[in-house]
């Protein structure tokens, strides 16, 4: 691994605050080598609940990492269940590991099936599609909905109790491991771990760590066949400054 290691993390939404609790959480994960530079889209939902939010947040990431303009080792997506990684793996030179598929990999070496916790019903059906075309839906025994949005994670006691219900409930489904399944959930895991006496996964942990695995085994997405860069062609990527009023830079934590 290089002297220094810049992992770049993107919220998936335009919450500020929870980028900041985001890269506390990652920043906590990191080896002391490791530099953590957090990024904010310039545009999209407060939070990322369904599939239009989901989308929307995909190409908004992938617009605010195109003009990314200082060097940076590996990127960490920091949506659980979100579209857009296949997307920045085109687009970047560097690994991109995504919560999700983090989460879900070192689940599988803990125990024999995992279940996930997440907030609201409607990311259940999402989710379970990140993790079969990840290749690890095999693994999973449940996807269990706390019915908390992602802004609400903010009430710790209320989240606490949330998680925890849901949790014993995937647990009752034969999860023998618990993934968190959303980035805002990542202040909480040692708190359910203690609650649930099962190994608890945070997505955004578990990607920073396997992403300085990556960097320092020298290693990078492959060009061969799905992930190769992008066709040269014309594209317009959203609206003229001028149009709308002029943009700001992406807030970083």
């Known amino acids: 691994m290089p002297d220094k290691t810049r992992i770049l993390v993107t919220n998936c939404n335009t919450t500020v605050a ?4 985001i890269c506390a959480g990652a920043r906590a994960a990191a080896g002391p080598g490791t530099e953590i530079v957090g990024l904010t889209p310039f545009w999209g939902p407060e939070s990322a609940e369904g599939w239009v939010d989901s989308y929307l947040s995909a190409a908004a990431v992938l617009d605010l990492l195109r003009d990314v303009d200082e060097p940076f080792d590996a990127l960490v997506m920091a ?7 296949e997307g920045a793996r085109e687009l970047l030179d560097v690994p ?4 999700t598929e983090a989460a879900a990999h070192l689940a599988c070496l803990l125990g024999r099936r995992y279940g996930v916790v997440t907030t609201l019903e409607r990311s259940c059906g999402q989710i379970e599609d990140s993790l079969l075309t990840a290749g690890v839906a095999q693994h999973c025994a449940a996807v269990v909905a706390t019915g908390l949005g992602v802004l609400e994670l903010a009430d710790e006691p209320r989240a606490l109790a949330a998680i ?3 949790g014993a409930r995937a647990r009752q489904a034969g999860a023998e491991v618990l993934v968190l399944g959303c980035a805002g959930m990542t202040q909480l895991v040692r708190t359910v771990a203690s609650d649930l006496g099962m190994p608890v996964v945070d997505g955004v942990a578990a990607a920073v760590k396997l992403a300085e695995s990556l960097v320092g085994l020298g290693l990078s997405t492959s060009r061969v066949g799905s992930y190769a860069k992008p066709l040269a062609k014309q594209r317009q990527w959203g609206l003229p400054p001028t149009a709308s009023g002029g943009c700001q830079g992406p807030a970083r934590a």
Do not use: C, K, L, S
């Open 18 to 21: 929870m980028t900041e609790e």
């Open 79 to 85: 949506g659980f269940g979100e579209h857009g990684r």
């Open 96 to 99: 991109v590991v995504d919560i």
């Open 164 to 166: 925890a219900a849901a």
